[in-house]
């Protein structure tokens, strides 16, 4: 366990760690909501 802490603590690791977490959540996202959504809403200001 002290060794994880140890690996923790260099800014390389931390960067790749927390940049994995968070392309992991926009990937999840991306699967769960579907791609082909992103862009089929209406233009707000069509009706102007």
């Known amino acids: 366990m002290n ?3 140890q690996l923790y603590a260099h ?3 931390r960067f790749a760690l927390h940049t ?3 392309l992991a959540i926009l990937v999840t996202l991306f699967l769960m909501y ?3 959504t992103a ?3 209406n233009y707000i200001y069509n009706d102007f």
């Open 3 to 5: 060794k994880l802490k």
């Open 11 to 13: 800014t390389g690791v």
């Open 20 to 22: 994995c977490f968070y």
């Open 34 to 36: 579907g791609f082909h």
């Open 39 to 41: 862009n089929t809403g």
